[in-house]
């Protein structure tokens, strides 16, 4: 009997030993506000690997899963927990034939107010809206502005009031925006789509638009730009849904005088208005007056991040080929 349980003692240990995951990179810390958001000891864990680019995480909290984008391989991905990852659609942002261009699927992914599915994407030029359970049943939410085609929408976020806000940058076109046919609109815009669908410009001054965010009362929208002039504008919003002028909230100053470089591509922002952006030398926490507290140094170039997991106490980040993620507090 003894030799028995040793035998099922060591099983157990293998089969222990074979769930964890492979870990990476540091945390580094830049003020002790981060104390109350995340241990410099936390481990940045690989779940899932082999992607061409990975992009756009969302946590489905009905069923326990996370959704996530290979642009360039035009799929969603689904990871959890209990069955690993799973194809979850395919094609995902171009459903035409042929060859459209090197980042032609979906990109930025969001659960809206009604439970479904709502993704930007590059290759049809559109946002669309679709069931979970039904992702090939899609409604479009925008296609077109004042009768040209949109870019390739990359990230969007939604108002508690129903209002969808995206951006527009080139990188899903031929040519990545580069003059040609393709590319009908002679700037890359951040709109707003109202509740009627009614489409409009909230700003089109932006090189590289890019992710955004609200904070958590919405009377900020949080815009980062991902090629030069690389920062972080914040936005107010008035009762009526629209921005106002964009004031500097974040330029990683503190960063360029360690030589860490780089745009600013998805963002979230927690209950306490932190915001959490890939950005310069990994993913950024900045607190809600713009003063850096920490940096997750994955070792890789990264998309997006979203909050999860079955307790919420996850930050899942997509990081080039890698979806990672980390416990914070």
Not at 52 to 79: C, M, Q, R
Not at 180 to 203: H, M
Not at 222 to 235: D, F, H, K, Q
Request: with cysteine; glycine share 12%.
């Amino acid at each position: 009997m003894k030799k028995i349980l040793c035998m099922i003692g060591l099983m157990s240990a293998s089969l222990s030993s074979i769930a964890q995951y492979q870990t990476i990179g540091k945390i580094h810390r830049y003020d002790a506000g981060l104390d109350a958001l995340l241990d410099t000891t936390a481990k940045i864990e690989i779940v899932a690997q082999g992607f061409t680019w990975s992009e756009g995480p969302v946590w489905v909290k009905k069923g326990a899963y996370l959704l996530f984008t290979d642009v360039p391989e035009n799929t969603i991905h689904k990871w959890s927990e209990a069955k690993g990852l799973e194809v979850f659609l395919k094609p995902s942002g171009f459903t035409g034939t042929g060859v459209y261009s090197e980042e032609p699927g979906a990109n930025g992914l969001i659960i809206n107010t009604k439970g479904n599915l709502v993704s930007c994407e590059h290759g049809d030029r559109r946002i669309a809206e679709m069931p979970l359970n039904h992702p090939d049943q899609k409604k479009t939410l925008a296609h077109t502005f004042e009768g040209k085609q949109l870019n390739s929408p990359n990230d969007l976020v939604q108002k508690k009031s129903g209002d969808y806000y995206f951006t527009d940058p080139p990188y899903g076109l031929p040519g990545r925006g580069k003059p040609e046919p393709a590319k009908e609109l002679d700037f890359q815009g951040v709109y707003r789509i109202n509740t009627k669908g009614e489409i409009s410009l909230q700003i089109k001054d932006l090189s590289r638009p890019n992710g955004l965010a609200f904070n958590p009362d919405e009377s900020i929208l949080y815009v980062g730009t991902s090629e030069r002039p690389t920062l972080i504008n914040a936005y107010p919003v008035d009762k009526a849904g629209n921005l106002g002028a964009g004031k500097l909230f974040f330029d990683a100053a503190e960063l360029a005088k360690e030589g860490i470089r780089g745009g600013y591509d998805g963002m979230k922002v927690d209950a306490k208005g932190n915001v959490w952006t890939t950005g310069p030398g990994g993913v950024l926490i900045i607190n809600s007056a713009g003063k850096l507290l920490g940096r997750i140094a994955t070792g890789n170039a990264n998309s997006n991040v979203a909050f999860g997991g079955a307790d919420g106490k996850y930050l899942f980040i997509t990081s080039d080929m890698n979806l990672l993620r980390i416990k914070i507090k």
